[in-house]
């Protein structure tokens, strides 16, 4: 027989009860972090149901392995590295490798700019070049990018999620500028 819990009970406290056999309490692991491993994952591989259906994979994964967890970091870190390591999988399967960086459309940006009209569209051209020069990046060097750039994370931010020292997440960053400036400065030398 499951106990319910308050939505305010700590992820800590249904792994354990987990953990102790009572599986019915995953059930609100899922519900607390769905949108946001979702969201991570959906602005990855950006389509809807490919994003479903490894959001379910993300999870069932978890399930299976849930009695693994150490609790030395977050549920929510764990969960995260589930997903990034599910997405690169989908990624290395499919013919070619998309990576989005999803940014809502709303009329203000579009029209934000009365005397260059053409602003909103040469930033979406511009995250066209980008989304096409992504997949010229090592797995790490995409993930810290993200981070750093979709999310906004700080990188000591970025090191504590991935489990990596800052001057490692730096690198990376390092790299992934560089590599992203040799992919894009055919674009820059043609739109001048």
Same mark, same amino acid.
């Given at each position: 027989? #499951?106990? @319910? ?15 102790? *056999? ?16 979702? *969201? ?10 490919? =994003? ?9 994964? $978890? ?8 609790? =030395?970091?977050?549920?929510? #870190?764990?969960?995260?590295?589930? $997903? ?10 499919? #013919? ?39 997949? $010229? ?19 000591? @931010?970025? @090191?504590?999620?991935?489990?990596? #020292?800052? *001057? ?22 043609? $739109?001048?």
């Amino acid at each position: 027989m #499951s106990i @319910a819990f308050a939505p305010a009970t700590p992820d800590c406290v249904l792994i354990a009860r987990f953990q102790s *056999g009572d599986p019915d309490v995953f059930d609100q692991l899922y519900y607390r972090h769905y949108n946001r491993v979702h *969201g991570v994952i959906l602005s990855v591989v950006s389509n809807p149901e490919d =994003a479903q259906d490894l959001t379910q994979e993300v999870f069932l994964k $978890a399930y299976q392995r849930l009695n693994t967890f150490k609790r =030395a970091s977050q549920f929510y #870190s764990w969960l995260y590295r589930i $997903a990034v390591n599910r997405c690169i999988d989908h990624m290395r399967r499919q #013919s070619t490798h998309h990576v989005v960086i999803n940014e809502p459309f709303c009329e203000e940006t579009f029209y934000q700019d009365p005397v260059q009209p053409t602003a909103a569209l040469e930033k979406d051209e511009f995250h066209c070049q980008l989304r096409t020069a992504l997949p $010229a990046l090592t797995p790490c060097q995409r993930r810290v990018f993200l981070l750093r750039y979709q999310e906004e994370l700080p990188l000591k @931010a970025i @090191a504590r999620r991935l489990n990596r #020292s800052t *001057g490692t997440v730096k690198a990376h960053l390092f790299h992934a500028h560089r590599t992203l400036h040799d992919q894009l400065l055919p674009y820059f030398n043609f $739109a001048l």
